[in-house]
């Protein structure tokens, strides 16, 4: 079993677990998992990882298979990156929106005085 096939079902193994512990979220665990199922196909094919090697233009297929992870995880890495920002932006606007609760709560019992006199 090679270094790469044991790393993958690892994963794979710690994603499944993490989901069912509830730690991370099922639409987040999709993206682990298909970069893991990658890398398991990756370690049992190795002559589609001499493909690859070729039509990347690589000598030598380990450094294919190199390559190959870092864009995965790279792809995995940009994706949540959009999650992120996405959830900061609608963190700002619920921010904002609490805000202007405070406000027009404090301001009540200024306009109920008003409103009785």
Do not use: C
């Amino acid at each position: 079993m090679t270094v790469l096939m044991l790393f993958s079902i690892v994963m794979i193994g710690l994603v499944l677990n993490s989901v069912r512990r509830e730690h991370i979220r099922v639409e987040y665990s999709v993206s682990w998992l298909t970069a893991s199922v990658i890398l398991l196909i990756l370690s049992i094919r190795p002559d589609l990882v001499s493909w690859l090697a070729g039509v990347m233009g690589v000598t030598y297929p380990p450094v294919a298979v190199l390559l190959i992870v870092v864009f995965v995880f790279l792809v995995v890495a940009y994706r949540f990156s959009l999650r992120i920002s996405s959830l900061k932006d609608a963190n700002i606007a619920l921010a904002q929106r609490v805000a202007i609760l405070e406000y027009q709560i404090k301001a009540l019992p200024h306009e109920q005085k008003t409103a009785t006199n």
